[in-house]
Every structure is written in structure tokens, then in C-alpha cells.
């Protein structure tokens, strides 16, 4: 049974820090791409940011500079370091793993969604 758990949400003051972490059990992590999400009232859910399982990141524009995303394989855990935090940064966050299997028409996918954990930016 895959499971994906995400920690660290709550609320921060504009201009502080969080750091949000998933913890993923049931998949081979280390062959995994993972990346976070987010979803703020109203909005489609959107990539904050994301890292493959060879290191290679990448960050929405909104959060270049401010946001870091890493992984430990090891503790089969990705985390988003959360910096100069904005109050549009307010949503739910979620973690997902993305992997793959095959070739051509045969490829299958394999994406797994945590549950969300609330990040709250306000004075």
C-alpha cells in the first residue's frame, strides 16, 4: 500500500519560514520523481516544485529563490524548504510521486498523491 504523509504545515507570519516534509512508504522512492503541489481556495492546483530521482529540480516562477525543494532517499522522504514566505503562498500543499514502467504503448504510470497539509501565511 502506497502511503504519502506530509508535515510541517501551519500558520507563519508574512516573511517567515516553514519546512514541509512527505514521507513515502510502499513505493521504491529512490527511482521516483517526486514534487510538491498546491491548491489555495478558488484555484486549480498547481507545481510548486519538483525534483527527479537523478537531483534535477525545477520551481514554479512564483517561488524561485525562495523555495527549495530536496530529497533524502535514504529516509525515502522529500522536503520543501519554505523561505520570505507571501501570504499568496496560503493553500493546502501535497506531496506527489510520480514513476514510470515500460516502453512505448505499454508504458504505465504511476502517480500517488498525499493527503495535503495546510500552510497559512498571515499576520
Known amino acids: 500500500q502506497v502511503q504519502l504523509v506530509e508535515s510541517g504545515g501551519g500558520l507563519v507570519q508574512p516573511g517567515g519560514s516553514l519546512r514541509l516534509s512527505c514521507a513515502a512508504s510502499?513505493?521504491?522512492?529512490?527511482?521516483?520523481?517526486m514534487g510538491w503541489y498546491r491548491q489555495a481556495p478558488g484555484k486549480e492546483r498547481e507545481l510548486v516544485a519538483a525534483?527527479?530521482?537523478?537531483?534535477?529540480?525545477n520551481y514554479a516562477d512564483s517561488v524561485k529563490g525562495r523555495f527549495t525543494i530536496s530529497r533524502d532517499n535514504a529516509k525515502n522522504t522529500v522536503y520543501l524548504q519554505m523561505n520570505s514566505l507571501k501570504p499568496e503562498d496560503t493553500a493546502v500543499y501535497y506531496c506527489?510521486?510520480?514513476?514510470?514502467?515500460?516502453?512505448?504503448?505499454?508504458?504505465?504510470?504511476?502517480?500517488?498523491w498525499g493527503q495535503g497539509t495546510q500552510v497559512t501565511v498571515s499576520s
Open positions: 506527489k510521486s510520480s514513476s514510470s514502467s515500460g516502453t512505448g504503448w505499454r508504458t504505465k504510470f504511476y502517480d500517488y
Open positions: 510502499g513505493i521504491i522512492f529512490s527511482i521516483n520523481d
Open positions: 525534483v527527479t530521482s537523478g537531483g534535477t529540480t
